[in-house]
């Protein structure tokens, strides 16, 4: 299920725009028609969650095509749990470093996405208005063009806990930063009584049991499913984004 987006896109000479279709303008319902919008498209995925494409990565996500490469790369990613300390490349680590704190969510910070080696190609281009770049289109003079004429960007993606659900958010690294081209959310309450460990999906440091209420001494035991089950995705937050090939 997904908000209405163009199938027309056309060739590459053609100037609709890529979201609404319009010749010239956009449509009054195309993101491109609201400065305060901040997505262009909203789908439901099989599991429930809801992905939104961000307007800031409207040159990265416009079209079908371009969604599927970004969402081929999610389920090849490397996930590493923030606690873990983990040793990252030198690239990810300084960008992750760079972006967290600037949005306030390092505390939610429950795990970190990354691929060693695949990017996505994308084109160098100088169009300026994003929302008709058909640079990348098969029929373009760029796709046989030298491949100075293209760039190549990794994936990154962010996992975070909020009170009732967990959210993914998908950057492009672009070398001089990072663009959320995408945020899923997904509900999933934190279980009830259960150690902060386990409510960051942290379950392999859980101590088994919460800190003892005030005036008592007995440690309640954690109330998260993965002591009498295996971790499942909601409560863990392992879940395997874009398997379905969603785009």
């Not at 960007?153 to 950057?171: C, I, K, M």
């Amino acid at each position: 299920m997904s908000t209405p987006a163009s199938t027309a896109q056309g060739r590459w000479s053609d100037t609709t725009c890529l979201i609404c279709g319009a010749a010239t303008g956009h449509l009054p319902t195309c993101a491109a028609s609201n400065p305060d919008a901040t997505n262009h498209l909203t789908q439901t995925l099989p599991d429930g969650t809801t992905r939104t494409w961000t307007v800031a990565g409207i040159r990265y996500t416009a079209t079908e095509a371009r969604r599927q490469a970004i969402t081929a790369l999610m389920p090849t990613m490397t996930w590493v749990h923030t606690i873990d300390q983990p040793s990252l490349p030198f690239s990810t680590g300084a960008l992750v470093n760079e972006i967290v704190p600037q949005p306030g969510i390092g505390r939610r910070l429950a795990r970190i996405g990354y691929h060693p080696l695949a990017t996505l190609r994308v084109p160098d281009c100088g169009c300026t208005d994003l929302w008709r770049c058909r640079c990348d289109f098969d029929d373009h003079p760029h796709a046989h063009a030298h491949p100075d004429l293209w760039a190549d960007y990794p994936l990154l993606a962010l996992v975070l806990r909020w009170s009732h659900g967990w959210g993914h958010l998908w950057l492009l690294d672009i070398g001089t930063g990072a663009v959320v081209i995408a945020d899923d959310y997904i509900t999933a309450p934190i279980p009830a009584g259960a150690t902060k460990a386990c409510a960051m999906g942290w379950c392999h440091r859980c101590p088994g049991s919460t800190r003892p209420a005030p005036g008592q001494t007995h440690r309640p035991p954690c109330g998260c499913s993965c002591h009498t089950q295996p971790p499942c995705g909601s409560n863990s937050g392992d879940r395997e984004k874009g398997t379905t090939g969603e785009s």
